[in-house]
């Protein structure tokens, strides 16, 4: 069988693609390593009747009505918006921060009126870099060092495996600081979970007619084997140079999975432990679906150096590698036989709705 595109991978970049080339009416081939589509969004329903995300907790949001509107078309969404607490100082917190985390931490009761002069004092004595070189800097130039110490330090130590000072400081552009009450994990307009789980919404993506799809097969593996004027790449971005200007960092989680013959188990679907306990969050699945058992299902996350690659490590020496990677990725691309796209491929730090914006926007280049 001839098919005009090749596509790596069956995750949210890929089958994206796979669905916008396939509507054009090109024959495409995606090729997966795994057992299951969806990559990293995989979810499944347990035997306790709960949706739990095999990698993780994933919440779709976004500003993009586009890519809202793409993803639309393969599912309804459940309305969800996304609470934290954060443990920290013997209490649950509301996290990110807003007036009434610091009322809480402080023992206080300012106004929102009053929040921005508050942070503005709790900065004025603390040091950093300004402009900010590093994630501690980022936040503390924000916030100061007692909320810093209070929520992220030790949290983005564990998460990350290092020090603070060794991060970009564009990973600390995720979490938002708010001076109003809005205690929401994210202020996006569209927010939501796909209310049949990710992997439907991937399978009924990649179900066309023009979409064939290999599972369990590593694409390293058949390369030879395949012929197609195009091959969309969504693996590890140094595997496909086979390592050529060293390893580049990919950070993992062990997700352990416990569930308990109670109906709930925290207040929201997310807890935060930035400073006790080795795991940094934990997951009461069923309360993104809203999900009734007379069970839960709760997911704890111990960050690991090695695994199943998750997260792009934002340190310097990553990023040096990744721009010279990036410049073979640019000249392949240039050929207009390649396409590389997603966390993993371009060494981004995506969020899923930002996976489907960039592959609609690379794809149409096609
Ligand atoms: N972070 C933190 N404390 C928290 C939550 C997040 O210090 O309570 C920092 C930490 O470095 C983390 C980063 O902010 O890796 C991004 O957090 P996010 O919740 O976006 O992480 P993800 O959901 O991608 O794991």
Same mark, same amino acid.
């Given at each position: 069988m001839n098919y005009d595109v090749i596509i790596v991978g069956a995750g949210l970049s890929g089958s994206t693609a796979a669905r916008v080339l396939a509507e054009k009416g090109k024959k495409v081939l995606v090729?997966?390593?795994?057992?299951?589509?969806?990559?990293?969004?995989?979810?499944?329903?347990?035997?306790?009747?709960?949706?739990?995300?095999?990698?993780?907790?994933?919440?779709?949001?976004?500003?993009?009505?586009?890519?809202?509107?793409?993803?639309?078309?393969?599912?309804?969404?459940?309305?969800?918006?996304?609470?934290?607490?954060s443990y920290a100082d013997g209490q649950l917190i509301p996290f990110p921060i807003n007036a009434d985390t610091i009322n809480q931490v402080f023992g206080i009761s300012i106004g929102v009126d009053e929040?921005?002069?508050?942070?503005?004092?709790?900065v004025a004595h603390?040091? /950093?870099?300004?402009?900010?070189?590093?994630?501690? $800097?980022? *936040?503390v130039s924000?916030?100061?060092?007692?909320? !810093?110490?209070?929520?992220?330090?030790?949290?983005?130590?564990k998460q990350w495996g290092r020090d603070p000072e060794l991060l970009s400081p564009e990973v600390a552009k995720r979490i938002p600081v708010r001076t109003n009450r809005d205690g929401r994990y994210f202020s996006d307009h569209y927010q939501g979970i796909p209310a049949r789980g990710y992997t439907a919404m991937?399978?009924?993506?990649?179900?066309?007619?023009?979409?064939?799809?290999?599972?369990?097969?590593?694409?390293?593996?058949?390369?030879?084997?395949?012929?197609?004027?195009?091959?969309?790449?969504?693996?590890?971005?140094?595997?496909?140079?086979?390592?050529? /200007?060293?390893?580049?960092?990919?950070?993992?989680l $062990?997700? *352990?999975?416990?569930?308990?013959?109670?109906?709930? !188990?925290?207040?929201?679907a997310v807890v935060n432990y930035p400073n006790d306990y080795d795991w940094t969050r934990i997951t009461e699945y069923k309360k993104f679906l809203d999900e009734k058992s007379p069970w839960t299902t709760v997911c704890f996350e111990y960050p690991k150096q090695e695994g199943e690659p998750f997260y792009v490590v934002m340190t310097d020496d990553n990023m040096a590698k990744r721009d010279k990677?990036?410049?073979?990725?640019?000249?392949?691309?240039?050929?207009g036989s390649w396409l590389f796209i997603g966390r993993l491929a371009e060494y981004k730090y995506y969020n899923m709705d930002q996976v489907i914006s960039a592959t609609l926007q690379k794809v149409a280049r096609l």
């Open positions: 090729v997966e390593k795994h057992r299951h589509v969806a990559g990293h969004c995989h979810d499944y329903r347990n035997e306790y009747g709960i949706t739990v995300h095999t990698y993780g907790p994933h919440i779709f949001h976004t500003n993009d009505a586009a890519a809202w509107k793409f993803a639309s078309r393969f599912t309804d969404f459940h309305f969800f918006q996304h609470r934290v607490l929040v921005e002069g508050f942070l503005a004092s709790q603390s040091s /950093f870099n300004s402009p900010p070189k590093n994630f501690r $800097d980022a *936040v924000q916030i100061g060092k007692r909320l !810093y110490s209070t929520f992220f330090e030790e949290y983005t130590r991937i399978d009924s993506m990649l179900d066309h007619p023009n979409i064939s799809l290999m599972l369990g097969t590593d694409w390293f593996d058949i390369r030879e084997d395949l012929d197609a004027k195009t091959t969309i790449f969504t693996g590890e971005l140094d595997r496909f140079f086979d390592y050529k /200007f060293g390893k580049l960092e990919y950070r993992s $062990d997700l *352990v999975l416990k569930t308990l013959d109670q109906e709930s !188990y925290q207040n929201v990677y990036m410049q073979e990725v640019e000249k392949l691309e240039a050929s």
